[in-house]
């Protein structure tokens, strides 16, 4: 039996967090919500929603899944022992491995995913049996949620796994259904005081590196190398997601998700243009992700002329895709 994890039951780096406020099922509307978090950009949790969802546990998801294929990152042990600037891969561009999911659920289960930060991300569940989750579509519907961005995505990995400080260019909604997740969040207003890796970044590796990701690591920081993340501090969110809360994450806002406990931690998540328009044309953070985007188009083209041209093109183009 599953049960609610606190969050005076977890280490903090300091006392000041700011609360996400939370919001019951029973009195949320779509006006309320877009009038007091997505007009403005604000984080809100959203309880009751999705309490009667199955509990989507390891075994479920094995039943519902099977034999789908789906690309699994490998992190590797050491990853996050290193100094993030040394990286050659972050996010979406981490060397991956396509498996059915009932062999990644064994690596889940033998120790091998542990061993290695093995980890299902972003992976869409179009075309399998849970990409039409009723009760998903609903709690969508009740938050006034529309042009949505992506599909359903599926995030899956054993507790102690950290996705690492970054943001989006889009909104975002991420719905637990089995385990728990904390969530350390910085408001787009603390962009350089989280020095995101340079926009120039993509010129020279692509896709492989983001700039929308954080070079500090939040726990456990740099101040010698970045100073100015003393002053990212003093805005920092802290909130714990269990079962059946949804967290709508603004884009641009800055966030690092750590799985908790010991078992496996299961989420969903779509992203979702950003409502209303305004706010989208406003944000720099957005904009500088987009261009990004096309400082990366050089790299890309060379990755995708280099996949056609190997023997092998097939599998290169799918690991040119897969970073997209």
Known sequence: MQTKLEENNLPKLNNRDFPVSRIQAAKLTPKIFFEEYQ???????????????????????????????????????????????????????????????????????????????????????????????????????????????????????????????????????????????????????????LYPFPVAVHLRHGLRKRAGYSQVYPEKPDFQSFPKFKLALQHRHEVILNRGDILFIPAGWFHEVTALGNEIVCSVNRFWHVYPFSRAVRSWSKWRVHLGSVCAMPHALMSWLTAMSSSKHSQGLSEVLKRL
């Open 39 to 193: 007009n403005h950009g604000i984080p809100v949790v959203i309880t009751g929603l999705l309490d009667a969802e199955a509990d989507w546990t390891l075994d479920y998801l094995c039943e519902k899944l099977g034999t789908t294929e789906f690309p699994i990152r490998y992190n590797g042990r050491q990853r996050y022992e290193q100094d993030k600037r040394k990286w050659a891969n972050i996010g979406s561009g981490v060397e991956t491995k396509t498996m059915s999911f009932l062999q990644y659920a064994e690596l889940l289960r033998n120790g091998e995913a542990k061993e290695n930060a093995l980890y299902l991300a972003k992976a869409s569940l179009t075309n399998t049996p849970l990409a039409d989750a009723t009760l998903i579509k609903s709690a969508e519907a009740s938050m006034g949620l529309r042009l949505p961005a992506t599909d359903l995505n599926l995030w899956l990995g054993l507790g102690g796994h950290t996705t690492c400080l970054h943001y989006d260019s889009m909104d975002g909604t991420l719905m637990q259904l089995h385990g728990g997740k904390r969530i350390v969040l910085f408001p787009p207003s603390q962009l350089y005081n």
